[in-house]
């Protein structure tokens, strides 16, 4: 829901409201775990999309480590078994 408010904001060319407090919430969407849509919500990787993307809607996905969340992405990844 951030994501696509953000991006009605954005698209409205409309003042984001306590945008200083969602840069803040969307940066503390990254724990050392990965990438949480809450506080208290299991680390996902839709999420890494949802977060990055919302800080990139933004121009501050410079915020975040970006290495961190590929790595984090890249270890969600499951193996394709081939016959």
């Known amino acids: 829901m951030t994501y696509c408010a953000l991006s009605s904001y954005k698209l409205l060319n ?3 409201p ?7 919430w969307l940066v503390n969407r990254i724990t050392n775990l990965g990438v949480n849509g809450r ?5 996902d990787s839709c999420y ?6 919302s800080l990139s809607i933004l121009d501050k996905q410079d915020l975040i480590e970006k290495n961190y ?3 984090f992405l890249l270890n969600c990844q499951c193996g394709v078994v081939r016959n």
């Open 18 to 24: 306590n945008l200083e407090k969602v840069i803040f």
């Open 14 to 16: 409309i003042k984001i």
């Open 69 to 71: 969340i590929k790595e």
């Open 48 to 53: 890494s999309f949802w977060s990055y993307g």
């Open 39 to 43: 506080t208290g919500k299991v680390p």
